[in-house]
């Protein structure tokens, strides 16, 4: 006989804050994403970074939040194109 608690069958999760932080390398290695969209993410505010000892880092639960949001179609906007624009001035004539 063999007695079973259901605690032991449920899956544990380790909570996001005690996962080490990831490089922001390796994030893009995993998503696809390109150093410079990385770059650009997170100049908009769309993706969290973290500075530790001259080096980009993401953590666990900004991953999540980034997956979330991504979910969401949060980052579903129209990117502006600031060459576009621009109005050209006519010259004056003297």
Known sequence: ?????SSTNSQKTVPPEYIPPMSLHRFCEITGLSKVSAWR???????R?????????????????????LASDEFTT?????????????????
């Not at 993410?41 to 993706?47: A, I, S, V």
């Open 1 to 5: 006989m063999s007695s079973q608690n």
């Open 41 to 47: 993410y997170e100049k908009r505010g769309w993706l």
């Open 49 to 69: 970074t973290h500075l530790i000892s001259n080096r980009r880092y993401i953590l666990a639960a900004d991953v999540a939040e980034f997956n979330r949001r």
């Open 78 to 94: 129209s990117v502006r194109n600031l060459s576009a624009a621009r109005s050209i001035k006519p010259k004056k004539e003297t």
